[in-house]
């Protein structure tokens, strides 16, 4: 037959003590796929549930139960733990070279998995948001990372800028307060603080044609240099 399931030590498969579950093709000996179905499949350890498939297909880790962090309805994945350990990801590249680990977020403008329709200028392509806890739920919003597209894209063309955020106080979403655009030009929306005592390489200014700008809003005339 096509797949038949064995039940034999684990160090046949793995390593570690008690029992593997193999599927084979029994007259060619090869590995057949595994599925299981069921409207929530859980793991357990020897004392207690890792992890679970829920019925919305979401993962869950370290939980029973999905979480709104953010009010998005419930992520795909979803770690909780009481410890650093149990609360957290890592990523690990072992190479010889200058390469290291990767995370890679992508949008497109297609209604299917696997297209590649082309996004358009100001699109947000990826987010990176904290929320915390504020008495009530996780839904209030500390600040952010846009990756957004800055421009008219094209084959292997994607301009783009970041745009950083935080959430002033008595507030519970954020405003934007430093955008870097596709040409390197970087935007502060808040004051521009150092500390100590600033020097002659403290600031700058790199360019055929170097300029410092300051810009009355209010049309005043009022600015200083300290």
């Known amino acids: 037959t096509n797949g038949n399931l064995h039940i034999r030590p684990i160090t046949d498969i793995a390593s570690g003590t008690g029992v593997g579950l193999d599927v084979l093709n029994d007259a060619s000996d090869t590995v057949q796929d595994l599925a299981i179905r069921g409207e929530t499949t ?3 350890n020897a004392s207690s549930e890792s992890a679970r498939l829920d019925s919305s297909g979401r993962l869950l880790v370290g939980t029973s139960s ?27 590249r072992h190479s ?15 209604t299917s998995n696997g297209a590649t329709t082309i996004v358009q200028d100001d699109d947000v392509v990826a987010r990176i948001f904290a929320y915390g806890a504020d008495g009530t739920d996780t839904e209030s919003q500390l600040g952010g990372i846009q990756f957004e597209v800055d421009g ?59 300029r410092l700008q300051f810009t009355d809003t209010n049309n005043d005339d009022d600015f200083s240099i300290t």
């Not at 998005?72 to 990523?91: I, K, M, N, P, R």
């Not at 290291?100 to 949008?107: A, D, E, H, N």
């Not at 521009?192 to 055929?208: E, K, R």
Request: a neutral charge; charged letters at 10%; glycine letters at 14%.
């Open 42 to 44: 859980i793991f357990r």
């Open 66 to 92: 999905s979480n709104n962090v953010g009010g998005f309805g419930g992520s795909a994945l979803q770690v909780e733990g009481l410890t650093g350990g149990t609360s957290s990801l890592s990523l690990i």
């Open 96 to 110: 010889a070279n200058n390469v290291g680990s990767t995370i890679l977020l992508s949008k497109t403008r297609g």
């Open 152 to 210: 008219t894209p094209g084959a292997n063309d994607m301009p783009g800028r970041l745009v950083f955020s935080t959430t002033a106080d008595g507030a519970n979403s954020s405003t934007t307060r430093l955008t870097i655009d596709s040409a390197g030009t970087s935007t502060f929306t808040g004051n521009i603080v150092t500390t100590g005592t600033l020097s002659s390489n403290d600031i700058t200014i790199s360019d055929t044609s170097p």
